[in-house]
């Protein structure tokens, strides 16, 4: 009896513990969504970032300028000479801003991903995983300034890599008519809301003006939830000219494609996506990236939190309770 009395007592006490640990995490809670709030609006505030985030909200997209990212004509030099060098490896000719490939270049009957809607032959290349390759990408996809945009649409803390990319675009018939227009969370089953489930930035590596084939996007498009209503969404197009070194930063539910580069050389773009934790990366990122490279960049911390490394349910993270005997 005795002995029985103290199980209970004992099981009791341990019930208001978890009760009061229960309440405190509850707290916990609450403390840090609005720690989170206001660090968010803090570091806008602290950026400059007023003005696109206005922007963002009305358009979908906004042009932030070097001065604002901090990223240098060094560093943006550095990223395309990597890229160049990357491209001659895989293509097989040197490649230069001002010339383009060096040799003529054959995709076969390769038929493009957005090409495809208007049935002309690709005039591009995307080079992958860009994250591998050097510290300088993985500097660039954790800019302070492209993070706080992307978690201002996605939402901080949920807030996750997908996938970096470059586009390596040459003088051609771009997408077509079409202008390859879509959305890029068109894998998304709708109905689609406010928050961005995927977005995007663009960072121009060469001028974007309307002879280099530059962007194409539907200004407020991202409030219509849907894919772009064709044709009508062409003649809605505008094209998105600005300096070389620029970032556009875009909602997924933006409409969106190119225009065809009408010029010799090249127009380069890192095209870095993030998404929202509850969707799937296009690059399996948390389970397939080096997890050391994360470690050699300007912020470890803030690259592995956006790489998802380490998420709940990969392994017995929460405890289990005990026996009483
Ligand atoms: O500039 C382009 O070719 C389009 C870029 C694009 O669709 C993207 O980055 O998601
Ligand atoms: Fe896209």
Known sequence: MRQKQSVTEKTTRKDDENYLQGKKFKNLLIKNEKAIHESRQESIKSLGLGKYIAELEMDGYTVVPPSVTGVSTEEIDHLTDLLLKKSEEL?????????????????????????????????????????????????????????????????PESTRFSSHNCFVKWKGEGYGDSLGLHCDQGGVPLPWGRISLNANTNWCLTEYTMENGPLAVVPGSHHRNSHPVMPGAIEEAIPVEC????????????????????SDGLRITISNYYRHASISPQDDIPNHFPKELAEDCSNPDTFKRLAGFGAPYQSQVLPVPRAIR
């Open 91 to 155: 293509v097989g000719c040197p490649f230069s801003i001002e010339s383009g490939p060096e040799a003529e270049l054959d995709y076969g009957n390769y038929p493009g991903t957005l090409e495809l809607m208007s049935g002309v032959k690709p005039a591009q290349f995307q080079l992958m995983q860009l994250c591998t390759f050097d510290r300088a990408f993985r500097d660039l996809a954790i800019n302070p300034v492209a993070v706080a945009l992307m978690e201002y649409l996605i939402q």
């Open 243 to 262: 300096p070389k070194g620029s970032l556009i930063a875009f909602h997924g539910q933006l409409w969106h494609g190119a225009y065809p580069k009408k």
